[in-house]
């Protein structure tokens, strides 16, 4: 069983930064390819980021590459989302989720736990 939770959301102005942290505790949880998703009202779920267990190698949704950076301290089994010139579309309920798989997948349905939600509002 791995625990998440994530914490760094708020509200910004558009242009503005954040960077969310997903704290994963239990049993060998640095070993989880990590992502982020996100959800906005009355709309699916999505993919934003993920990055693999191991070497490090990261993946992107289109909508946030050259904006989002993905990163993991494996010491502190904390798995972080820097956001950059953010926009009102930007506005969710941005998730943290685990999965025991290697490549770092785009599908919900690909990870096996997630964290309650941290809420991000970009105001225009």
């Known amino acids: 069983q791995v625990q998440l939770v994530e914490s760094g959301g708020g509200l910004v102005q558009a242009g503005g930064s954040l960077r969310l942290s997903c704290a994963a505790s239990?049993?060998?949880?640095?070993?989880?390819?990590m992502g982020w998703f996100r959800q906005a009202p009355g709309k699916e779920r999505e993919f934003v980021a993920a990055?693999?267990?191991?070497?490090?190698?990261?993946n992107y949704a289109d909508f946030v590459k050259g904006r989002c950076t993905i990163s993991r301290d494996n010491a502190k089994t904390t798995v972080y989302l820097q956001m950059n010139s953010l926009k009102p579309e930007d506005t969710a309920v941005y998730y943290c989720?685990?999965?025991?798989?290697?490549?770092?997948?785009?599908?919900?349905?690909?990870?096996?736990?997630w964290g309650q939600g941290t809420q991000v509002t970009v105001s225009s």
């Open positions: 989720a685990a999965r025991l798989g290697l490549y770092a997948i785009e599908t919900t349905n690909a990870y096996d736990y």
């Open positions: 239990g049993r060998t949880s640095s070993t989880y390819t």
């Open positions: 990055i693999r267990r191991t070497g490090g190698m990261t």
